[in-house]
């Protein structure tokens, strides 16, 4: 299972995701490779996931070829990718494992109540609504199947202290890297004693006037670079 992170900053928003792909063959489950692409780009904003691929696979094709324009048009993809998923392995233990811990986080701008432009941070997980967004306005991690609850909040109060300690009269610039930084680090404590994560991971930017951008590749420490999308 993926660790994904995500922060909304208010200028803009990070997406973090692991590259490991985990799949069930045979009813066991085999890490397939560490070069999966997990952030995909639409013109409603960035998403990316943590699941069975058997499920997130069907989601990230349609949306690649879809001209996304409205959060709505992304969650009926996801939705009916679950429906069809469950109908189609109603019998196997599986399903129901990967249908209550497969979610998405998504970034994308949006404009508030003045009318100005911000960007939004939105989680769907199954665990909090089977068919709406979540909004999210703190740091938040999902961790990896089989991480215990009292490991899964001593990184939370870990990883929401250290972005709760930016320094933003540094510049964007500077944020960026303290940010990504933070990131690297929970993504090295996840995989350290997570065998379904990754130390190498992608990084996602979206901004509250919709540029947006992806750091690929990038390792716990090391240097990265956005690819405008």
């Known amino acids: 299972m993926t660790l994904l992170i ?9 997406i973090a995701s692991d590259k490991r792909e985990v799949a069930c063959v045979d009813g066991k489950i085999v890490y397939s490779s560490d070069d999966a692409d997990k952030i995909v780009s639409t013109k409603a904003g960035i998403i990316t996931a943590c699941g ?3 499920l997130l696979s069907p989601v990230k094709s349609r949306l690649a070829g879809m001209d996304v324009s409205h959060t709505n048009q992304i969650l009926e993809v996801i939705t009916s990718e679950r429906q ?3 109908t189609a392995a109603a019998s196997s233990p599986w399903a129901s494992y990967a249908l209550s811990t497969t979610s998405w ?9 003045n009318d100005e432009p911000i960007v ?3 989680l769907y997980h199954p665990y909090l609504n089977e068919s709406l967004f979540s909004i999210i306005e703190q740091t938040v991690p999902i961790y990896p199947g089989g991480t215990s609850e009292s490991q899964a909040i001593e990184w939370n109060e870990a990883i929401r202290a250290r972005m709760a300690s930016l320094d933003h009269s540094a510049g964007t610039k500077s944020v960026l ?12 404590q996840v995989a350290r004693v997570s065998p379904s994560v990754s130390r190498v991971f992608d990084v996602g930017i979206m901004t509250f006037n919709g540029v947006r951008g992806i750091a ?9 670079t956005f690819q405008d999308l």
């Open 6 to 14: 995500g922060v909304n900053l208010g200028a803009f928003a990070l």
């Open 120 to 122: 939004r941070l939105a």
């Open 52 to 54: 069975a691929v058997d």
């Open 105 to 113: 986080l998504l970034s994308y701008g949006t404009v508030g109540e």
């Open 216 to 224: 690929r590749e990038v390792e716990p420490g090391g240097a990265y």
């Open 177 to 188: 890297d303290q940010a990504i930084s933070h990131f690297g680090w929970l993504v090295d």
């Open 84 to 86: 069809r998923f469950k």
